[in-house]
């Protein structure tokens, strides 16, 4: 016995690359629905009190009851950020100019998220330099010991001895933005 009724019959599964590829086609069909009715559905559902403002509580809400791959909370902190950013926008909340942008980040984001959290080991939400070299390994990227290390330090700009979720994104943003990635904002 054990676990209270909220959680009972509830099943943790564990996230995988499949998962989000099959994501992104479904989304990806979305956005190209003729005159983009499935974007505006979609946003309709997140702006669920109509006022053109989406806050960062209204995405979460939103991830959590129609999209639960994407709910890790700093990479949805991460999207809305860069979002924000990418519109020199100050408010705090996602308009609907803005949404596939969101949408795009969102999804980027938490892939970024998945793939941090598959390499810290010790569940701290900090990657130290083996876990580096490890996320460096599952990437696919041959790295020296020496590269990887040099690569550390460009990431770790403080000297602290550790990446934080925000820095490894800055790190692979500005390493490659997958053109996949870029190709969805490009279909209007």
Same mark, same amino acid.
């Given at each position: 016995? /054990?676990?209270?009724?909220? $959680? ?7 996230? $995988? ?11 990806? #069909?979305?956005? &190209?629905?003729?005159?983009?009715? /499935? ?15 989406? &806050? ?10 129609? =999209? ?19 519109? !020199?926008? $100050? ?13 795009? !980040?969102?999804? =980027? =984001? ?10 810290? !080991? ?17 990437? /696919?990227?041959?790295? &020296? ?13 403080? /000297? ?10 800055? =790190?692979?943003? &500005? ?6 990635? $870029? #190709? ?5």
């Amino acid at each position: 016995h /054990g676990g209270g009724e909220a $959680t009972s019959g509830v099943m943790v599964k564990k996230k $995988t690359f499949g998962e989000f590829d099959k994501l992104e086609k479904q989304l990806r #069909s979305i956005a &190209s629905e003729p005159d983009m009715k /499935g974007l505006q559905k979609m946003w309709r559902r997140i702006d669920f009190n109509g006022n053109n403002k989406v &806050s960062l509580a209204e995405v979460d809400k939103w991830v959590v009851e129609n =999209y639960p791959l994407l709910n890790h909370k700093p990479a949805l902190i991460r999207a809305q950020q860069v979002t924000l950013q990418s519109f !020199n926008d $100050t408010d705090g909340f996602i308009e609907k100019k803005e949404f596939k942008q969101l949408l795009l !980040n969102m999804f =980027y =984001y938490n892939k970024l998220f998945w793939l941090f959290d598959q390499c810290d !080991n010790d569940h701290d939400r900090r990657m130290d330099m083996k876990e580096f070299q490890w996320c460096c390994t599952m990437c /696919g990227l041959k790295m &020296s010991p020496s590269k990887a290390k040099t690569e550390f330090g460009k990431i770790d700009r403080n /000297g602290g001895g550790i990446i934080l979720f925000d820095e490894f994104c800055e =790190y692979v943003v &500005s390493k490659s933005c997958p053109e996949a990635m $870029t #190709s969805f904002l490009a279909e209007e």
